[in-house]
């Protein structure tokens, strides 16, 4: 089985980075292979366009950029995704990938008088979220719901891909790195078994 691997950020000494690679090292270690898609350093521009807009509203060729995108996703058979959370969110250069290239006639068929048609269903996805803070900020506030509304279900859910895993990896500045590591090894190891990823 194969998996694409998604990084979103600029330092390729970051946890994200490291996070990453032990996710990559588990599916080694599981007979899997894996493809590092590097946003940050690949300079991937996450600037939604008008050539983007008329990809969703008539259904024009995407640019080339987002075909080699899609085609890297087409090759997948799950999508792990490493991000540094940002305002209780994803950072910019993702939700820009994700804007661009999940898009209108591949991830879902959508028009005016039809119903949304979800084209991802085949796709597994496991996202690694890093946050400094503690998970009782994130529950306190209530971060940890509108996070998992507006990603897991808001974008995934929609597209049919199943959330298999959905970890936030939290206080990653006070002495949680190594057991996020840890975490991030697992999910690369078990991420093609039957059962649901338990971290």
């Known amino acids: 089985m194969h998996a694409l691997i998604v990084v979103a ?11 990453a690679a032990h996710v990559a090292a588990g599916l080694t ?13 690949e300079g991937f521009d996450p600037r939604y366009t008008a050539a983007d807009h008329r990809v ?60 949304v048609v979800k084209k991802l269903r085949h796709l597994q996805v496991h996202l690694l979220a890093l946050g400094a803070a503690d998970q009782s900020a994130f529950d306190r506030h209530g971060y940890t719901k509108a996070m998992h509304t507006q990603i897991d279900y808001g974008i995934f859910d929609y597209c049919g891909a199943q959330v298999v895993t959905s970890a936030l990896l939290l206080e990653s500045e006070n002495g949680g790195a190594q057991a996020h590591l840890h975490t991030a090894k697992v999910v690369g190891q078990r991420l093609f078994e039957d059962e649901t990823v338990a971290l």
Do not use: C, M
Not at 73 to 88: G, K, N, S, T
């Open 9 to 19: 950020h600029h330092d390729p000494q970051s946890l994200t980075h490291n996070l």
């Open 29 to 41: 270690e599981a007979g899997h292979t894996f493809e590092i898609a590097d946003l940050a350093a």
């Open 56 to 115: 969703h509203r008539s259904r024009a060729t995407p640019p080339a950029d987002i075909l080699a995108e899609q085609a890297r996703l087409d090759r997948a058979d799950a999508l792990v995704i490493a991000f540094p959370i940002y305002w209780w969110s994803l950072p910019a250069l993702l939700k820009g990938w994700v804007d661009r290239v999940f898009v209108n006639g591949w991830a879902i068929d959508y028009g005016p008088d039809t119903p």
